[in-house]
């Protein structure tokens, strides 16, 4: 009996709290000062995640990046994004992952921010992968399949 009311409210809290599924996805690595620019997502949880209903926002409507229904993270693993136009600011600008209009994840770089501005050789990136500690980092790493 125990185990069965445990799995249904199991499932009431994942019906009632449905961005759950995306706790896992963060932004791990922004390479604003390179050519091209790009950001890369980690899923620190085991479980596969589709990517459809999420957006990387890069500051304005104009610049965001839309995941479709192919677009999936597999568990422990990585997303590229290769942006093919200069959308991030390289003195500082902020990046968010967005499920509709709230933030999952968010980091910010530059002038005022915890992080200051990468030169045109490093990236900002979580250290270890997926934690919550953020680094400049001398040596940028592209990890995971580029999304569509």
Request: hydrophobic share 35%; with cysteine.
């Amino acid at each position: 009996m125990k185990l069965l009311f445990g799995s249904l409210l199991l499932l009431f809290a994942f019906l009632l709290f449905p961005n759950k599924a995306y706790a896992g996805v963060v932004i791990n690595e922004v390479s604003p000062a390179t050519s091209p620019e790009w950001v890369e997502l980690y899923n620190h949880d085991s479980n596969s995640v589709s990517l459809q209903g999420l957006t990387i926002d890069f500051g304005s409507d104009s610049q965001k990046k839309t995941f479709c229904e192919q677009d999936q993270i597999a568990g422990n693993s990585y997303k590229l994004i290769s942006l093919t136009a200069s959308w991030l600011n390289n003195n500082g600008d902020t990046v968010n992952l967005k499920k509709e209009s709230e933030i999952i994840d968010s980091i910010s770089y530059g002038d005022g921010q915890t992080l200051a501005k990468p030169s045109g050789s490093q990236s900002i990136t979580r250290f270890p992968d997926g934690a919550s500690n953020w680094i400049l980092s001398d040596s940028p790493t592209q990890q995971g399949n580029t999304v569509s």
